[in-house]
């Protein structure tokens, strides 16, 4: 028998805490039994079960030790080959422009003023949801709005998209749902009767970058006219509308001490509009100062939380398997206004980059095998990397406790 190349140990307030992130199962273990474990794994883990017999068999029939002759590699990449290789949902994401009515600093992408997606793109793209319907394993169809600000020019280039999916979604039966990224500045009646009157509520993402004032030195329209207090009664309308809205707060060591006055705004809202939204911290990536703040994170959530407010902060996912990246997945693509296609947004969307492009037919044609590299990279000449990419982990998935004496 073998110690799971998938278990961790890790300090857990007065305990230890063991985890197997392939079982997704952690026990809890008085110090003076991980000890033991430790000495006997070091030893060899099969002498446990002289030193504590139903600690080990316990072990064994949760698969934190397992038989010699299981190839632990195998294991998960059969797990990704079925979550990757799923034919059963398909995310489309669509990018109508890159142009956008801000100019964040951190923001990645290149902004084009004259980006907008044409009728014959449009087309293109209604030729391929048309394609991606008809197959007959699909279960779910998620289509997603993107950018730059995807309202930019919303009529022109988003409705007659969404005119198309839905029908065609209602004629081969398929469960969907329609998403925005979207700054939310734009957000208006019409646009919420639209979907009101399709009888469809999407879901969005809209961004924060801290309270008030300090939102406004990011998001502005000009130096004196900020953004912060229209996106928070656009969020309002979404979620009384009974549309779920992920409030991602971007946080920086400067702007988040009062974020959580965020959660006063929102605090006046019937219970039912409050239960549409996450409030949602994430620190901007490029902030990467050696800190504490995490400890003013955790004060405003629980600040916001006593609102009546659903609020958490993100912090890394363990999940990297089962909760893999939409990219990863082989029914996964990115359309940009400009017919190129990609597999993942966090791109600068130059053609240059592209993985493929959407022909007129509305096929989509990858380039340079770049979808099959994509879906083969996970397994190359370092496979032993997926074990540890499996192997970290995080207590927000545990389905399954123990504690052991
Ligand atoms: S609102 Fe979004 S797309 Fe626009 S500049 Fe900011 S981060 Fe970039």
């Avoid at 008085?30 to 474990?37: A, F, Q, R, S, T």
């Avoid at 059963?88 to 923001?107: G, S």
């Avoid at 406004?216 to 656009?234: A, L, P």
């Avoid at 309002?236 to 959580?260: H, P, Q």
Wanted: hydrophobic share 35%.
């Amino acid at each position: 028998m073998k110690y799971s190349q998938f278990n961790s140990i890790i300090p857990y307030g007065d305990k230890f805490a063991l985890y197997n992130t392939f079982e997704r199962k952690v026990i809890f273990l008085e110090p003076k039994l991980k000890d033991i474990l430790v000495e006997e794994k070091q030893k060899g883990i099969g002498n446990l079960i002289n030193v504590h017999p139903d600690f080990y068999k316990y072990l064994v029939e949760n698969n934190f030790i397992v038989n010699d002759n299981i190839n632990e590699l195998e294991k998960i990449k059969k797990l990704v080959y079925e979550i990757d290789e799923s034919r059963k949902k398909y995310d489309l994401t669509i990018n109508p422009t890159i142009n956008c009515n801000f100019r964040c600093w951190y923001c990645y992408e290149t902004h084009i003023k004259q980006s907008k997606m044409d009728t014959n793109i449009v087309n293109r793209v209604n030729k391929l949801i048309q394609k991606i319907a008809q197959n007959k394993e699909l279960k779910e169809f998620t289509l997603g709005f993107f950018g730059g600000e995807p309202l930019l020019y919303f009529e022109k280039n988003v409705i007659p998209i969404i005119d198309e999916f839905i029908p065609v979604m209602n004629k081969f039966n398929k469960k969907f749902d329609i998403g925005f990224t979207t700054n939310g500045y734009l957000i208006n009646d019409k646009f919420i009767d639209y979907f009101n009157k399709k009888q469809v509520k999407p879901h969005f993402q809209i961004t924060l970058d801290g309270y008030g004032e300090n939102h406004d030195k990011v998001r502005f329209i000009t130096q004196t006219k900020g953004s912060y207090f229209t996106i928070i009664n656009n969020i309002k309308k979404l979620a009384e509308n009974g549309m779920f809205v992920r409030v991602r707060i971007n946080y920086t060591d400067e702007n988040l001490e009062d974020t959580y006055k965020i959660g006063n705004d929102f605090s006046i809202m019937e219970n039912f509009a409050k239960q549409n939204l996450l409030i949602d911290f994430h620190r901007v990536w490029q902030n990467t100062k050696i800190d504490d703040i995490n400890i003013v994170v955790d004060r405003n959530v629980e600040l916001i939380r006593k609102k009546g407010l659903i609020a958490k902060s993100s912090s890394y996912n363990p999940e990297t398997v089962r909760g893999s990246c939409y990219a990863d997945k082989r029914n996964s693509a990115v359309i940009n206004y400009n017919g190129d296609v990609f597999k993942c947004t966090a791109r600068d969307f130059k053609t240059e980059h592209r993985e493929g492009f959407l022909d007129e037919n509305g096929n989509i044609i990858w380039e340079n095998n770049s979808l099959e590299r994509r879906m083969n990279a996970k397994f190359g000449s370092v496979s032993n990397c997926m074990v540890n990419y499996f192997h970290k982990f995080r207590f927000c998935n545990k389905i399954f406790q123990y504690t052991f004496q």
